[in-house]
Structures are given as C-alpha cells and as structure tokens.
C-alpha cells in the first residue's frame, strides 16, 4: 500500500509537473496573430519576434511571421525597420509566394526619395501581378511626377510649429471655434494623456484631445503666439482612458465630433465617431453618431459649417477599397445622419483615403495613399460644384506634401498682411506631418504663402535718336480698375513698385510726351495672370518724334482747276486720320498747294477750297472741327525735297534729288515739257503738321462749330495773329510746350519773363520738374516754391508759323499773362511785329524776308 501510495504520488507529482510544463509553453504565434487583428501592431510585432525563435525548423510558417514583422513595423509607421524587414524577405525569395513585398518595398524607397529604385520594384510588381494594375499604375505615376515636384516646389513657407509639438505624436490640427480662429485643436499621444499604459498599436500613450489658445498678440508674423496646451476635458465625460481624436468644433465651438477608439481588453479595437455639446464650462455625455455596420471603423469627421452635412472616412463595404471618404447628411441639426454616400472613384481609390477637412464647405482636403504622391499619406484638393460634384483631386505638391505622411491641413483665412511684402498673404494654415526633421513622430507645421512680389519698370527712347526721354508720363491702368502714373527720369526710367503691381492682373501701360506721337509705340501691355513666381516686368518704349517740318500725304490728285476730293484718295488721308484717333489731343494744320501756274481762280483759292476738302471729310469722319486748321498757300511755298523723288508724265519717269527745291526757276530750267510737269505735279501737294497737343474737347457736342478752321496765307514768313485788347495789355496767342497760352510785350527790354503762377501750377501737375531749371534744386524755396528770378526752360515757344526750342525765362511773380516777352527778343527771335488795335492783330515778319 506505502509502494502504491508512493507510486501514486509520484504520478501525481509527474502530471502536475507536466501540466506546469505545458502551461508555460505559450503559443506567441496566435496571441501575436490575435494581437494582430486588433490592430496592436506594436505588441504584435514583440510577440512575433518571440514566436519566431520557436519555429525556426518550420520554413512556411518562419516567413509567414517575418513577413507579419515587416507589416506591424510598416503599419505602425516604422519605416525604416518595415523597409529592412521586406528585404530580408525578398532574399529568401518571399516575394514568389506574396508579389505584394515588392510593391511595399517600392512605397518605402519613394518616402526615402529614391524614385528610380522604387519604379524598379513597382515595374517588378506590375509584371507580377498584372491584374492589379488599378493598384501600381498611380505608384508608377507617382515616381515620375515626385522629381518635378520636388525639382519645382511651390512658394509654400513650411515650418515645424515646435511651440505645439511634443516628443510623441501630435497631428490632426483643427479650430476650436472656426468663427474666431483663436483656439486650436490637436490630438497628442504626450505625457499627460488620460489614459495610463501604453497603447498596444503605437507603443505610446493613449491620445487625447489639447488645446492651445491664441492671445490678442502684437506679433506681425503669423502665426504669432500661442498658449498650452491643456486638456479640453479633465473631468473624464469626453476624454477616457481610451483614444480620442481628430476633433472639429462648430462655428460657435460648443459642439464637437471626434473619433474615439476603445481600449477594452478581449475585444478588437473599433474606432467611432461621437459627439458632444458643452454647456458653459461643463461637457455633457458624448453620443455615438450610427453611421454604418458596428463592425467597422468610422473615423476623422468633417462637418459643414450648418452642421448638416459631415465627411469622414470608413473601412465599411461599399467602396472603392481601403478606407474611403463618405459623406453624411441630414435635414436638422438634431436628427441622425441618414443620407450616407460613398464619394466614388474620382476621389476614393482602392488604397485609403482619410483626415478628410473642409474650408468654406466648397472646397474638400484629404489625404491618400492611392492618388498619384511623393510617399505615404499625400494631401490633395478637390472642389464642389453647386451639383455637389468633385473636381479632379490635385496633389498639393513638394513642399505641402513630403516622402512621409502628410494630413489634416486646415487654413487660416482671416486677413493679415505680409510684413514682407505689404500685402495680405495669399495662404496660411496648419497641418500635420511625420516627414523626417521633426521633433516626435507626427508633428503639427504651420505654412504660409506670401503674395507674389512683381514690380514695373523700363526706359523710354527716341526712336530716331535713341537718346532716353526725360519727364515721360507714363500711366498704368490694370484690370482690377485701379490706375496710376509716374514720369521718368534723367536716364529714361521709369518704375511702379510691389505695393502697385499686384497678382492677377493685366495691366495697360501708355507713355506720353509733348513732341511724340500717341500711336502703338507709347502703347503696351504686362500681366501677372498666371504667373507662380515673382517677378520685374520691363517693357521699354521708343516713341516716333513729331517732325517739325510739315508731312506730306500720300498723292492726293485732283481734276484740273478742282478741288472735290475724289474717293479713290480717301485712303490717303487713312494715316491722319488714324494720327488724330490715337491722339484725341492734337490740334493739325492741314496745309494744300498748288503749282505756280495760273488757272482762272487764283491759286490761293483753290489751294483753300482743296485744304478744306480735306479737313471735311475728317469732320465727316467723327473729327472735331475745332482740332483741323486748313490753310491754302497756293504756289508760295515751293516743295524741299527730304528724300530722291520719282515722278512720271507723259509715259516717263523723272528722278529729283533729296535737297532740290522746286523754285520756278528751278522747273524752267529742266529740259522737255514731260519733266517740267512731272515736277509742277510734286508741288500739287497736301501736307499736314501738328501745331499743339492740349486740345480739350466741348463738354457737350452742341456747342462743337461744326465748321473747321480755314485760313488763307498771303506772303510765305508772315503771320497775322487776332490779339485780345483789355485796357493797355494786349494778350497775343502762343504755343508753349505744345500747349495753348498767351504773351504779352514788354517795350525796350531783352528779357523774357514767365509767370512764377503758372510755374507754381505746371509742377503741381508734374509738368515741370527741377531738371527743367537751371538751377536744379537750388531753384527751390525750403517750402517747395519757386525762388524768384530762377531760371527755366522752355522746350519749345511758337508765335505764329515760327518756332524757337530751348527758351530760357525768368520766373517772376505778378504776371498778368503767362510769358512777358521784350520787344527786342521777340523782334531778334520772331521777325518785326506791326499791332493793329483797330482789327485786333499782329502782324510778325520773319528776319529773313
């Protein structure tokens, strides 16, 4: 019995060694493979290490737990462990059994920016498994367009906002009151959290839901100062011990939805969407929104500003694969979501798509591993249409986006100037992002795009001299209405600067100077439509001089003793027509003659009615009358020849040299009656030249004399002017600077003295400059008036049919006309001069004659 006894207690001893025995033989390849599936991906991965040193003699299921390694440290965000990981697998050839490594090592390779190596393995896939095409054709795609985004980055200011950001990860940046903007959101796995442990899927604490608060801050530099963060709950009704997340406030920030993810042991993790009201100080008990199956994952809502509609992404069926991005509405704020939609193809693919945010409720951010990216998670852009259509996704592009993931972008779109440039920034917001060079894992960056800084600027040249134009006023008028001007300076310069030249505009620029014409040279265009980097446009001008001497008009012949314009010589007046179009300003002298032989009219007669002809079928044309002068001179002014001159008659044609002056003399003394009428034909001639560009038109059409100005002249170097009496000052007509004033005589003086007055006025409308005076700056009063006795000149003075450039005066205060001119001056400059008080007129007799 003590042989039995002893017997049965050493069995009993051995079965409970044994029993002991088994017990402690854990099987770490389920519990990883349970953990697994739970989404625990970092205590999955521990478990598989020590499961792997178990089966080391069982080749199939020793590469089945290496390649769960490699997709725990992949899906937890280890990347460069999960690259290692696929490698070892590809040299064991695991990549016969599961083609899907090689298309992980291609996604791995593109974050670490290795384009080339990553399309090798994506093209090795691809050959693999050619029915997934839909899958790695995007990733192909995204190798190719990587280098031009990063080769090409945008203007986007990004910077690590480290005043946020901890050790652990901190993403999902959203306002806490998107109608004030000065709290901010953001979920943060940092000491501190509710929960205590350790989360099994990311080997950090639990997240939760900080705020951070932006004070009244007297920093110009956005995004100025913050304080925090702390807790938006510390009583336990919102946060729990579990993972919370991914919160937007309403306008108001008393309602809030977010993503809360359970921590309860022996159940998967699901993750859902809740909301919850605050009252005052206090949160009421969150409620989960229904919006689909309990059995998956409903995360990271976006809800409208009406709180009517809400985004958010989901691994329900139904989609396109992957998580997708679902769209949920319904008729009152306090009823449930019941219209439940999948976004389709155009935005969802069949990797995920997530972190969904809206920004004025018509345009849709997210993030996506399956569009066209640089690496992970890429953030693109789509826009609503009034049909709630989406536009094609756009890849916000290096540097938004990065080789890592990138996420939950939200904008600032308060109005704030740029210090830098003046101007209101284009773009300013956060988002979040694990790309390399931050503090933690996920860290919150702030970007910013400054506005486009363009200026404007050129040289304006004659065209004929090519010497630069001093005191060009040149006007810029831009699309946006918005018009200013500027003149140039000593060296032909001219430029409007940043504060002027904006983004998106066109602008019409036009040049004007007294003695040029106003016609397509003066007239140019830029514009910053479309244009993505700053930029200094320069359009220089070279402006065509008004010629001093008369122009002569393309043949205008006429019937023998006749004066009736003939149709077929219309087109020859197109060219001053088209002058007195492009500038509304000028005043012309129309000017006919004849040859010296006598018709039964006088010549001077038929030269008036022929002028006058001409100058009607302007006025027909729309010209105001009062800018046509016609003058007939008959035969007293013979022809100068400017240039070689061809002219035929009688079946021969006839050469006459440049300079030949076509004196009565000079046509007798040619030989044969052909060539003495081919050079009478060159003295019937029609000519034109522009007397002054200030003509300012009737402010009503009635009061336009619809009859032009027709003049006769006698004797070829005499003017008669009309005068106007008022007393003993006799006011007589000029020209100055191409505008209309008047003058009067001083006897017994040598002098010409101008109006410190009209001086004053002239350079208020920038029409005078210090370069005009001989002085320069010392011609100016510490008050900006004009001293007394300074010198200035005038670029052109003209009485009469005789001009003088370059006149110096006096500036004198006490004028009662504009210039006072010695009767020594004009009578040594201008010719003699006879007044006639009883017709009103002067009479000025060139020197020469």
């Known amino acids: 019995m003590k042989l039995l006894y002893k017997i049965g207690a050493l069995l009993f001893i051995l079965l409970?060694?044994?029993n002991t025995s088994v017990a402690q033989r854990r099987n770490f390849s389920q519990e990883a493979d349970v953990a697994f599936e739970k989404f625990q991906y970092n205590a999955a991965a521990d478990l598989y290490k020590k499961a792997y040193t178990k089966v080391k003699k069982n080749r199939v299921e020793r590469n089945r737990i290496l390649f769960r390694i490699a997709e725990c440290y992949r899906l937890s965000g280890n990347t460069?462990?999960?690259?290692?990981?696929?490698?070892?697998?590809?040299?064991?050839?695991?990549?016969?059994?599961?083609?899907?490594?090689?298309?992980?090592?291609?996604d791995l390779l593109r974050m670490n920016k290795d384009y080339a190596e990553a399309l090798k393995y994506y093209k090795k896939y691809k050959d693999q498994e050619p029915r997934d095409s839909s899958t790695v054709l995007p990733k192909i795609k995204s190798c190719e367009l990587s280098s031009q985004w990063v080769n090409n980055p945008t203007r986007h200011e990004i910077e690590n906002f480290r005043k946020f950001n901890s050790r652990e990860n901190d993403w999902a940046p959203a306002w806490g009151n998107p109608s004030k903007k000065n709290v901010l959101f953001i979920t943060s796995t940092r000491d501190g959290s509710t929960g205590k442990g350790v989360d099994a899927w990311t080997g950090q604490s639990f997240s939760d839901i900080w705020e951070f608060e932006k004070p009244k801050s007297k920093s110009a530099e956005w995004p100025g100062e913050w304080v925090g963060p702390k807790l938006i709950d510390e009583s336990g009704v919102v946060l729990t011990p579990g993972n919370e997340g991914e919160a937007v406030a309403n306008n108001r920030g008393t309602t809030i939805y977010y993503?809360?993810?359970?921590?309860?042991?022996?159940?998967?993790?699901?993750?859902?969407?809740?909301?919850?009201?605050?009252?005052g100080k206090s949160w009421r008990d969150p409620e989960m929104l229904v919006l689909g199956p309990d059995s998956?994952?409903?995360?990271?809502?976006?809800?409208?500003?009406?709180?009517?509609?809400?985004?958010?992404?989901?691994?329900?069926?139904?989609?396109?694969?992957?998580?997708?991005?679902?769209?949920?509405?319904?008729?009152?704020?306090?009823r449930p979501f019941d219209e439940i939609t999948n976004l389709g193809p155009v935005i969802n693919t069949s990797s995920h798509e997530m972190f969904p945010t809206l920004r004025d409720d018509k345009t849709l951010y997210f993030s996506s591993k399956g569009h066209p990216g640089l690496g992970g998670f890429d953030m693109f852009v789509s826009k609503i249409d009034d049909n709630g259509e989406f536009s094609e996704p756009e890849n916000l592009q290096y540097p938004m986006n990065s080789e890592g993931d990138d996420m939950s972008i939200i904008f600032d779109d308060s109005p704030l100037l740029d210090p830098i440039s003046n101007a209101p920034y284009m773009e300013k917001g956060f988002f979040a992002s694990n790309r390399?060079?931050?503090?933690?894992?996920?860290?919150?960056?702030?970007?910013?795009?400054?506005?486009l800084i363009y200026t404007l600027s050129g040289i304006v040249r004659d065209s004929v001299t090519m010497q630069v134009i001093t005191d060009a006023e040149v006007t810029v008028t831009g699309s946006d209405g918005k018009s200013f001007n500027t003149k140039t300076d000593i060296k032909g310069y001219y430029f409007f600067s940043k504060d002027l030249i904006q983004h998106n505009v066109t602008y019409d620029i036009s040049v004007k100077r007294s003695g040029y014409y106003e016609d397509t040279n003066t007239k140019g265009r830029e514009t910053t439509v479309g244009l993505l980097e700053n930029k200094d446009l320069k359009r220089d001008f070279r402006l065509i001089p008004i010629p001093k001497d008369p122009i002569v008009l393309p043949d205008i012949l006429y019937d023998l003793g006749r004066w009736?314009?003939?149709?077929?010589?219309?087109?020859?007046?197109?060219?001053?027509?088209?002058?007195?179009?492009?500038?509304?300003?000028?005043?012309?002298?129309?000017?006919?003659?004849?040859?010296?032989?006598?018709?039964?009219?006088?010549?001077?007669?038929?030269?008036?009615?022929?002028?006058?002809s001409c100058v009607n079928y302007l006025v027909n044309k729309g010209i105001n009358p009062a800018r046509l002068e016609a003058k007939g001179y008959g035969e007293k002014v013979p022809r100068t020849l400017h240039r070689d001159r061809v002219a035929s008659y009688g079946g021969q044609s006839f050469t006459f040299p440049?300079?030949?002056?076509?004196?009565?003399?000079?046509?007798?003394?040619?030989?044969?009656?052909?060539?003495?009428?081919a050079a009478h034909s060159l003295n019937r001639r029609t000519e034109f030249r522009i007397l002054r560009d200030d003509f300012v038109p009737p402010s009503s059409t009635d009061s336009i004399d619809k009859t032009s100005i027709v003049q006769f002249i006698g004797t070829p170097g005499v003017s008669t002017i009309e005068i106007t009496i008022e007393g003993d000052l006799i006011k007589i007509p000029c020209i100055i600077n191409s505008r209309s004033s008047e003058f009067s005589i001083q006897n017994n003086s040598n002098k010409i003295s101008f109006s410190h007055e009209e001086a004053m006025k002239l350079l208020k409308e920038n029409r005078l400059t210090t370069a005009d005076f001989e002085e320069k700056e010392a011609a100016f009063a510490p008050d900006?008036?004009?001293?007394?006795?300074?010198?200035?000149?005038?670029?052109?003075?003209?009485?009469?049919?005789?001009?003088?450039?370059?006149?110096?005066?006096?500036?004198?205060?006490?004028?009662?006309?504009?210039?006072?001119?010695?009767?020594?001056?004009?009578?040594?400059?201008?010719?003699?001069?006879?007044?006639?008080?009883?017709?009103?007129?002067?009479?000025?007799?060139?020197?020469?004659?």
């Open 16 to 18: 409970v060694i044994s």
């Open 80 to 106: 460069s462990q999960a690259l290692k990981q696929y490698q070892r697998l590809e040299k064991i050839n695991y990549q016969k059994d599961s083609p899907v490594i090689l298309m992980h090592i291609g």
């Open 259 to 279: 993503t809360f993810c359970a921590n309860e042991k022996k159940t998967v993790m699901g993750c859902k969407i809740y909301v919850a009201q605050k009252r």
């Open 296 to 334: 998956f994952d409903y995360v990271h809502p976006a809800i409208s500003d009406d709180e009517m509609t809400m985004y958010f992404s989901t691994n329900r069926p139904g989609g396109e694969g992957g998580f997708d991005i679902w769209v949920a509405k319904r008729s009152r704020k306090n």
């Open 436 to 451: 390399k060079g931050g503090r933690g894992g996920d860290d919150i960056y702030f970007f910013k795009l400054r506005p």
């Open 564 to 612: 009736e314009l003939k149709p077929q010589y219309e087109d020859s007046l197109a060219g001053l027509y088209k002058i007195m179009i492009e500038n509304p300003t000028f005043v012309i002298e129309l000017r006919s003659h004849t040859d010296v032989r006598p018709i039964p009219m006088t010549n001077d007669t038929l030269s008036q009615r022929r002028a006058e």
């Open 658 to 677: 440049m300079g030949t002056v076509l004196t009565p003399e000079y046509i007798n003394a040619l030989n044969g009656r052909n060539n003495q009428e």
């Open 784 to 849: 900006g008036s004009i001293i007394e006795k300074s010198v200035l000149y005038l670029e052109n003075l003209r009485i009469g049919e005789e001009d003088v450039e370059n006149v110096h005066v006096e500036v004198v205060k006490g004028l009662k006309t504009t210039l006072v001119i010695g009767d020594r001056v004009l009578i040594d400059e201008f010719g003699k001069f006879e007044i006639n008080k009883e017709k009103k007129t002067i009479t000025i007799t060139k020197n020469s004659y």
